[in-house]
């Protein structure tokens, strides 16, 4: 008896829809808008903790050593610096490999390739590469290897990355919080919408939820259809969102491509990998925000 019910509320439900197709994809088209808007506060968080990421990798310190420095002592001063607590990593650039890689970098600059073969040798000094553990230890790093007295380093390169990732930080920071204040905006929106809905669909039903109370029908069937359209709104609305956030990530894929350039990032992955925990999530929230909407509405005006 409990299916049968359930069913016929499911009918009603979808009917309604239809016969309020207005008001419907009015609420539909503002729960679109509110996911959408999530969904593209979730991929600037996604691609701003991807670019911190790039750029951790990027962040190393270079010493530059003496052109009369012998390759043993260019060895030994690699593997002191290897033994350091705060290393990941220290990698010996020979003087060739350093001209290569300058000229790589510049092939698309015949000027700077011209000077260079007028100079007629190789200006270009070893190089120890060193990557820290840790960002946060940079400057525990920097004071570390200050303290190194080898007469075959010739300069050091201590930039402090702190700074940059402090402001992509504040500005991730900005973007968050006035996407969730568009969001909570939306979510305040949503729910006067799908509550003005209800209550309208309610009044249009007004004769047939008497005749209802009089041959002895539940509250639950009588509210229970108004209570499936909230579902059935979230259902629309995720679905069109989901239709139209895919081909949203296609088209700044190539853009994010070009800006990681040498990574592997693809915000289309990202989604398909993790597309049940992050819908899904979407699914359930807007629900239950819908449903409280409708239940209060139910409440208050199915009591005839």
């Not at 088209?29 to 990027?58: R, Y």
């Not at 990355?161 to 939306?186: C, D, H, Q, R, Y």
């Amino acid at each position: 008896m409990f299916i049968i019910s359930f069913f016929r509320a499911i009918k009603f439900s979808i009917q309604d829809i239809f016969r309020n197709f207005w008001l419907s994809l009015v609420t539909v088209v503002i729960l679109v808008l509110a996911l959408f808007l999530i969904n593209v506060l979730l991929s600037v968080q996604i691609i701003t903790k991807s670019a911190i990421n790039s750029i951790k990798e990027k962040i190393d310190i270079n010493l530059y050593v003496k052109s009369d420095a012998t390759e043993n002592q260019i060895i030994a001063l690699k593997t002191e610096i290897s033994n350091l607590d705060k290393v990941k990593n220290a990698t010996y650039i020979s003087k060739a490999e350093a001209l290569e890689s300058f000229k790589d970098s510049h092939r698309n600059n015949p000027e700077i390739l011209q000077a260079l073969r007028e100079l007629n040798k190789n200006p270009l000094n070893a190089t120890i590469v060193i990557k820290p553990k840790n960002i946060e230890q940079y400057e525990e790093l920097t004071n570390e290897l200050d303290q190194i007295n080898n007469d075959i380093i010739e300069s050091k390169n201590f930039d402090n990355p702190k700074t940059m990732l402090a402001k992509i930080n504040t500005i991730t920071g900005k973007i968050n919080e006035v996407g969730l204040a568009v969001s909570l905006i939306f979510v305040l929106v949503t729910i006067l919408v799908v509550y003005n809905s209800i209550r309208v669909t309610i009044y249009t039903h007004q004769r047939e939820i008497k005749v209802m109370r009089l041959v002895g029908a539940t509250n639950w069937f009588i509210r229970a259809p108004f209570l499936i359209s909230s579902v059935f709104y979230t259902l629309i609305g995720l679905s069109i969102t989901m239709a139209i956030f895919y081909p949203f990530l296609t088209i700044l894929q190539p853009y994010l491509e070009a800006f990681f350039a040498g990574y592997n990032f693809n915000i289309l992955s990202y989604f398909n990998k993790n597309f049940l925990l992050i819908f899904g999530a979407e699914f359930v929230v807007a629900v239950a925000i819908n449903m409280i909407a409708s239940l209060i509405a139910v409440r208050k005006y199915t009591k005839i």
